[in-house]
């Protein structure tokens, strides 16, 4: 009996593994390509961030605020005669 | 019938026995062969067979890392990475290609220099197009899809700030490496770890397969400074302004904060612009503030009068007679700029007075002198670790000359860095104690120990004739805030040349501390090489301090404590 049955279920253990492993690489082929989707975003997604990152130390940049506070605004800095020191409520001054 | 069927039989089995042995054994020939090449290893077996297969197609290629952002202390970038491509071609494969013009103008070169440089690397299989291009750009010449022509990824760094920290923050060289600055100090910290992917290439060298990532590419880490960009800009402004009006060569500005040894901000003249590597001045490269030594000259006095105080044998109060303006120590006259008279030390200070200065110092002797210059951490490094920095040297004789001896007390024969006169003056800001320097932000939770290197009480003294060196009698009235008090000490010092001091060349200095009722901020300025009537330190360099400490106490919000212009002072719900 066992003579029988132990090359039988050899033979089909042989055939599930033989099997599983062509799906399993095909799993893995499946997930690298996800994998390389997301690597290209990621990569994108890198890109737009630095160049978000320049333009908006470019935008805020001293350079530029100074000269749009200057010349756009006609701003200065205050005048030691106004201003005005706001006390804490319980008076308390260094 | 069964006769002649035994007749043809008999034979045919011999043979088909015999052809089917043959068939068998040319099978088993092919089999003990193939079991040879793929299963025994013998010399030419199974291993270097799949060696040879790999060779001609597996490749494994770096997968970039993406280097450490540099940000000042507020969060504002100053050194970004950003993705690009290099476009690079195997000129084995472009150098026939009808479509170079093409290229060439999409490259923006002439189709003679590029059909010219492929000639040169027409034996090799590797060469670069153009490197670091912006994705947009690379993706248009990849699309002209020329055989042979590739994009590879890489980081390019930029510095948004550009020229305003360009020689602290530093640079990086073409493959990303730190090469000056804190981008090289730093650099383990900020570079990440590059990765490696196997992939499968075909004929032409086109990938085909993926086969995975061997190493994971890890990402640098972030780094922030103690600088404060704002009041970085302010001094760069202040500064170039300043290099203009004076005609100066070169100028040096560091401001630090005294209670934690942060270097809040750190300047220099002449500047670089490190977005663009071509034909930069590899001198305006220079971190002066912390690489340029020179006699630190008038602006040492303050320590002498340490020295004095801490001998028990003057007050700040003391009369010293300095009349008739000069003196004689061995074969020289230092003279005053006219005969002061009897004048109390503190006097003495806020003048400068040379024939003071002389006396205290015949009175005290050099070494005790020479001990708190030592004390003051001048001679020695600083603890911020910038490549090239320097140390200065304090004077080392075996025999001291009566001239050398009264010239210590004026900051000369001894070296020192703009940043070293900082943080000795930062002492006098932080009670007598000082805390050692750092170029990266301190957490809010960590507490700053300095040591104690003079009495609390000899640091308030100090200060108070440092803010007289700032009033109607002292040298440095242009040092003057609006609204604030003020102290620091000027300083101009002869330049050395080939055969000695130079008589027409200065430096000018101003140390300054403020403000006084709270002192936590300290700036050192030096211009070398002033032009003109205003070269010394109280002209050239006192205004500097003043614009530049303008700016840090309005962005501190410094409470104004001026005596004729006081500000009003309102209550919480009081508004104005």
Sequence with gaps: MTLRVLPASLLITA???????????????????????????????????????????????????????????????????????????????? | MSRSKKIVAKPALWRLIFIAFCLFVLFGLLVSRLVVLQVVDQDRGARFLKQQGAMRSVRTAEIPAYRGLVTDRRGEPLAVSTPVVSIWANPQQLKDSVQIARLAMTLGQTPEALSERINLYSDKQFMYLARHQTPDQAR??????????????????????????????????VDGEGIAGIELAYNEWLRGQTGKKRYLKDLHGDAIRNIGVIEQARSGKALALSIDLRLQYLQHRVLQRAMVETGATAGAAVTLDASTGEILAMTNHPVFNPNSRDGFDYAATRNRVVTDVFEPGSTMKPLTLVAALESGEFTIDSLIDTSPGRIRVGRK?????????????????????????????????????????????????????????????????????????????????????????????????????????????????????????????????????????????????????????????????????????????????????????????????????????????????????SAITDGVLRLHNALPASEDESPQFVGLGGGA
Excluded: C
């Design chain 2, 140 to 173: 248009a010449i990849l699309d002209l899809g020329l055989p042979g022509v590739r994009g590879e990824r890489e980081y390019r760094r930029f510095y948004p700030a550009g020229e305003v920290v360009s020689q602290l923050v530093g640079l990086t060289n």
């Design chain 2, 333 to 545: 006259v230092l003279p005053d700029p006219r005969n002061y008279g009897e004048i109390t030390v503190s006097r003495v200070i806020e003048k400068s007075s040379q024939v003071g200065v002389t006396k205290i110092a015949q009175q005290l002797g050099h070494e005790s002198i020479l001990d708190v210059f030592q004390r003051f951490g001048l001679g020695e490094p600083s603890s911020i670790g910038f490549p090239g920095e320097r140390s200065g040297v304090l004077p080392n004789r075996q025999r001291w000359s009566d001239i050398e001896k009264v010239t210590l007390a004026f900051g000369y024969g001894l070296t020192a860095t703009p940043l070293q006169i900082a943080h000795a003056y930062a002492v006098f800001a932080n009670k007598g104690s000082q805390v050692p320097l750092t170029l990266l932000k301190r957490p809010e939770s960590e507490v700053a120990l300095g040591h104690q290197v003079i009495s609390k009480e000899i640091a308030e003294q100090v200060l108070e004739v440092l803010n007289r060196v700032t009033g109607s009698e002292g040298t440095a009235q242009k040092a003057r805030v609006e609204g604030f008090q003020v102290g620091g000490k000027t300083g101009t010092v002869h330049k050395v040349g080939e055969a000695g001091y130079l008589d027409d060349q200065y430096v000018a200095l101003f140390v300054g501390v403020a403000p006084i009722e709270d002192p936590r901020f300290v700036t050192a300025i030096v211009v070398d090489q002033p032009k003109g009537d205003n070269y010394g330190g109280g002209a050239a360099a006192a205004p500097i301090y």
């Design chain 1, 15 to 94: 055939l599930v593994s033989a099997l599983a492993v062509v799906y399993s690489s095909h799993v893995v082929r499946g997930l690298y390509s996800k994998q390389q989707v997301v690597e290209y975003r990621q990569w994108e997604l890198q890109e737009d961030y630095s160049r978000l990152l320049l333009e908006h130390s470019t935008l805020a940049s001293p350079h530029r605020v100074v000269s749009i506070a200057q010349e756009d605004l006609a701003m200065t800095s205050p005048q030691l005669s106004i201003y005005r020191v706001v006390q804490p409520q319980n008076g308390r001054r260094r």
